[in-house]
């Protein structure tokens, strides 16, 4: 199955497609949708729209997973990560993808192991799920990456093998939490 994340964001949207076989994840393509915050917010919604519409067009993912909206102190910001994530959802309906919708923290548990883990925890075990160099600083990339990963691992088929990532986790306390 080809799982395609999205990290929504009104400026920087992550985007991240893994095939996963029912035990193993391959890293297929992510990048980072940037906008540019000079723009509206009606040509923001545009591009990121486009851009998953392509993406979908493009690699023909089976399945969507998208991170639920996080509401902090500013309401704003998650008006505008609700808009992103309509249109998100809309390009995935276009195309009748299976959807799937995780917390931040079930990203978190799922991949890290530990649903308070930090981004940059994430951005390591999906480098290591994945055995794939990712970039320190594209965290959004990353994280629509673990929100694909999170999928196949939720979908309930994922075993764990000797000396896999659970292991690795063990062996590695001071790395991952």
């Not at 959807?99 to 931040?104: D, L, V």
């Not at 649903?115 to 290591?128: C, D, I, P």
């Amino acid at each position: 199955m080809i799982i395609l994340g999205i990290d929504p964001g009104i400026n920087k949207t992550g985007y991240g497609i893994v095939k996963y076989d029912g035990n193993s994840f391959l890293y297929v393509t992510s990048g980072i949708i940037i906008t540019g915050v000079q723009n509206s917010i009606p040509f923001k919604l545009e591009k990121i729209f486009s851009v998953i519409n392509d993406l979908i067009i493009r690699h023909s993912p089976d399945e969507f997973s998208i991170e639920t909206a996080f509401y902090g102190k500013n309401i704003q910001s998650a008006l505008k990560i609700g808009y992103v994530r309509g249109i998100s959802l809309l390009a995935a309906q276009k195309h009748g993808l299976k959807i799937s919708e995780f917390s931040p923290r079930e990203v978190k548990k799922a991949v890290v192991g530990k649903g308070a883990g930090t981004k940059e925890q994430v951005l390591f075990m999906a480098s290591k799920l994945l055995n794939v160099e990712l970039p320190e600083k594209r965290l959004d990339e990353s994280d629509a990456l673990a929100v694909a990963i999170c999928r196949g691992i939720k979908s309930g088929t994922f075993q764990v093998k000797k000396g896999g990532w659970e292991d690795f986790i063990r062996k590695n306390p001071d790395r991952v939490f």
